[in-house]
């Protein structure tokens, strides 16, 4: 069976127009059988429910402490980072490698 989801703008009326036609006849032989028995009626749709402006903000302060409480513990674990600074000699060292690395490399190349 189709999805009403499914269905065209053409078959929804004639679905809608078949159970007006349905319930019409189900009346009418309710009225000459003289039955006690109810017409089979369409649920209605849930009603959503709303919140209030206070719950929905108690429920953003828990999620705001939650969250704090998370950092907060996160941080309390790791040490302050320290600076790093590279001296004058490591520096003069580091250099002298690179431009060996270099000139190797234009040397091989020749």
Same mark, same amino acid.
């Given at each position: ?8 703008? $053409? ?7 078949? $159970? ?62 320290? $600076? ?8 003069? $060292? ?17």
């Amino acid at each position: 069976m189709n999805s009403i989801a499914d269905l065209s703008v $053409k078959q929804l009326r004639q679905v809608i127009n078949l $159970k007006v036609k349905i319930e019409a006849l189900e009346k009418k032989l309710n009225q000459l059988a003289g039955s006690t028995a109810k017409p089979v009626a369409a649920k209605a749709p849930k009603k959503r429910r709303k919140m209030s402006a206070a719950g929905k903000a108690r429920i953003v302060a828990a999620l705001k402490a939650r969250w704090a409480k998370y950092k907060a513990s996160k941080q309390a674990g790791k040490p302050a980072k320290k $600076k790093f600074t590279m001296s004058a000699a490591a520096k003069a $060292k580091i250099s002298a490698a690179a431009k060996a690395r270099w000139a190797k490399w234009k040397a091989a190349k020749k």
